[in-house]
T-cell receptor
């Protein structure tokens, strides 16, 4: 069974600080996606990483896919209150279904 | 273009009842997937429909069923509700012409089901 573990589960920091969220597995994924979900809404896709070692940047967010395609990280620089939300990673499994992490609840305090 | 819509947004039922949730995908999207989201568990895949056919199914009991209509609108039904069925039910639509293709999924806001 393919599993994705996200850490930390909860993170509360001050505006302006940096943070990293991790998504780890013992399984290899053909691609990995990161989503952000805000209260009362469904998840919204932020990025998809496909190649081992790939790094993608989205403004202050940096996404990295591990060389072995088993793990990924999301780094936010100078966090802002608008970054608050639930961050979810999802890996494309062997049967083309998405395997989801449990999520990291991020709160950025002004 | 209108996004994915789900109705109702909130629902309260009692154990043993059944419930039907509805999802209208983005115009032109023929793939609709359903997920169950509970705190600490992430999203659990229920099933995917494409052109009125179930194309993929997760590991849920037979009490959970779904269907898709010719206009791509989809419904999911849960019979004999249990307390553990309380969750946010999300649907997502995409073009995803092939079961093995990767395509962006667009999620609706979800239906919050509470079972008492």
């Amino acid at each position: 069974t393919q599993l994705l573990e996200q850490s930390p589960q909860f993170l509360s920091i001050q505006e302006g600080e940096n943070l990293t969220v991790y998504c780890n597995s013992s399984s290899v994924f053909s691609s990995l996606q990161w989503y952000r979900q805000e209260p009362g809404e469904g998840p919204v896709l932020l990025v998809t990483v496909v190649t081992g070692g790939e790094v993608k940047k989205l403004k202050r967010l940096t996404f990295q896919f591990g060389d072995a395609r088993k793990d990924s990280s999301l780094h936010i620089t100078a966090a802002q209150p608008g970054d608050t939300g639930l961050y979810l990673c999802a890996g494309e499994g062997s049967n083309y279904q998405l395997i989801w992490g449990a999520g990291t609840k991020l709160i950025i305090k002004p | 273009k209108a996004g994915v819509t789900q109705t109702p947004r909130y629902l309260i039922k009692t154990r043993g009842q059944q419930v039907t949730l509805s999802c209208s995908p983005i115009s032109g999207h023929r793939s609709v997937s359903w997920y169950q989201q509970t705190p600490g568990q992430g999203l659990q895949f229920l099933f995917e429909y494409f052109s009125e056919t179930q194309r993929n199914k997760g590991n849920f009991p037979g009490r959970f069923s779904g269907r898709q209509f010719s206009n791509s609108r989809s419904e999911m039904n849960v019979s004999t509700l249990e307390l553990g069925d309380s969750a946010l039910y999300l649907c997502a639509s995409s073009t995803r012409p092939l079961a093995g293709s990767t395509d962006t999924q667009y999620f609706g806001p979800g239906t919050r089901l509470t079972v008492l």
